[in-house]
């Protein structure tokens, strides 16, 4: 057995869970979302838990198994609490400020980038360097996040370009370092 997939999920006071074949709904204070469960796995709800069973041991049953549940209780936390990713600038001139909901950054380039939010998101600019994206779906946050931080990946030379907060990029050194 799986050990992540075995783990019942408990759904708390205020998300309401839905199962409807191999639809899971979860409803909370911050938004709605659904998963479709994929064939073999199925989802039962049981006095305020649920539990992901797989029918037999095969190579596909058991890689959904740990997956599902992660991602219906990645959905239950996204509703109650929701995901926020923190983003930070640095370099010289390289800065960042919103424009109604969306985000205008200044990169070196010759012209601004314009990033625009997607339905289920919303950004935060708390200094002209520093930025978060929040929402309730973990998959979504991370992928503007991570799209945000292609404008401009930090350079190993100099350390320049979006990272994450608390990334620690490796510096290189140059021509002059022998």
């Known amino acids: 057995m799986s050990r992540i997939g075995r783990l019942p999920i408990t759904v708390p006071a205020g998300v309401e869970v839905k199962v409807d074949g191999s639809v899971v709904s979860v409803k909370g204070t911050k938004g709605e979302l659904n998963h479709t469960v994929a064939s073999p796995i199925e989802v039962s709800l049981e006095e305020g838990t649920l539990t992901v069973a797989r029918?037999?041991?095969?190579?596909?049953?058991?890689?959904?198994?740990?997956?599902?549940?992660?991602?219906?209780?990645?959905?239950?936390?996204?509703?109650?609490?929701?995901?926020?990713?923190?983003?930070?600038?640095?370099?010289?001139?390289?800065?960042?400020?919103?424009?109604?909901?969306?985000?205008?950054?200044?990169?070196?380039?010759?012209?601004?980038?314009?990033?625009?939010?997607?339905?289920?998101?919303?950004?935060?600019?708390?200094?002209?360097?520093?930025?978060?994206?929040?929402?309730?779906?973990?998959?979504?946050?991370?992928?503007?996040?991570?799209?945000?931080?292609?404008?401009?990946?930090?350079?190993?030379y100099k350390g320049k370009g979006i990272r994450y907060a608390g990334e620690v990029i490796r510096r290189k050194v140059g021509k002059a370092g022998k």
């Open 55 to 156: 029918p037999n041991d095969e190579r596909a049953s058991r890689s959904l198994h740990g997956l599902t549940r992660t991602l219906i209780a990645n959905m239950i936390q996204g509703v109650t609490q929701g995901y926020e990713k923190k983003l930070e600038i640095v370099g010289t001139g390289y800065r960042v400020q919103a424009k109604g909901s969306d985000l205008e950054f200044a990169l070196g380039y010759s012209h601004p980038v314009n990033v625009s939010a997607p339905v289920g998101i919303t950004f935060a600019v708390e200094t002209p360097t520093k930025l978060s994206v929040s929402g309730i779906n973990k998959q979504q946050v991370g992928e503007v996040a991570a799209n945000i931080r292609k404008l401009r990946k930090p350079d190993p």
